[in-house]
């Protein structure tokens, strides 16, 4: 699934790895396959959405956008 894997070393507060132990002991599943799921989530969540950069250059309406500016009330 992951292809080559290569070793690291994590610290974990005693509540978390209490979390993780219980989880793995109800899912079937190892630790470290609960550690890379969550890791690889996280990671594909970080992930820019389309937003700001996508949007239509400012340039492209800057008469709409700057219409008004500078005059009097």
Not at 11 to 26: H, N, V
């Amino acid at each position: 699934m992951y292809g080559m894997a290569v070793k690291t070393t994590v610290y974990l507060p005693d509540d978390l790895k209490a979390a993780l132990e219980a989880e793995a002991a109800a899912s079937g599943r190892s630790e470290a396959e609960i550690i890379r799921e969550a890791i690889a989530a996280k990671v594909a969540s970080a992930r820019p959405t389309a937003g700001f950069l996508d949007a239509e250059p400012f340039a492209d309406r800057v008469d709409e956008l700057l219409a008004g500016f500078g005059e009097d009330r």
